[in-house]
């Protein structure tokens, strides 16, 4: 299958669809950045990724793949993000990516230094996204 991608899901039982897609849409320049960086890839049975943000649980990916969709829970009190600037919501998104990231290549195999080598570009370009046009 053709990897499409990542996004965040806020699953916060405080917050409801406002506050969610607020979420889903500032942490997005840094998904789309970071998604510059790979190159394209081709997985057995997942074709995107679903952080899903929930507060005081584990790391860990899910086991039940369904569509090509691998949701992967990451320990994080969204709330906590509406008090970061904007820098430090885009340095607090590739940190939740990344956490993520390395519990994926552990159990699905996948190659670490791709998304290490990405991560290190958004870091050079000063976690700014540009559309290429």
């Known amino acids: 299958m053709l990897f499409r991608g990542f996004y965040f899901q806020d699953r ?3 917050h409801h669809k406002p506050k969610q897609d607020q979420f889903y849409v500032e942490t997005n320049c840094i998904v789309y950045l970071l998604e510059q960086f ?3 890839l081709h997985f ?3 074709n995107c ?3 899903e943000c929930y507060p005081n649980a ?3 990916c899910q086991p039940v ?3 090509g969709l691998l949701p992967v829970t990451i320990p994080y009190d969204v709330s906590d993000f509406y008090q970061l600037s904007d820098l430090e919501k ?3 998104t590739l940190d939740l990516m990344m956490d993520g990231l390395q519990v994926i290549c552990k159990d699905k195999g996948w190659d670490e230094e791709l998304f290490l080598y990405a ?3 958004v870091v050079e370009k000063n976690y700014t996204f540009k559309k290429n046009v």
Request: aromatic letters at 8%; proline letters at 8%.
């Open 44 to 46: 057995n049975d997942v």
């Open 65 to 67: 793949i369904m569509d």
């Open 38 to 40: 790979l190159p394209k």
């Open 49 to 51: 990724v679903q952080f």
């Open 58 to 60: 584990e790391l860990a």
């Open 90 to 92: 885009k340095k607090k």
């Open 119 to 121: 991560y290190q570009k």
């Open 12 to 14: 916060s039982p405080q």
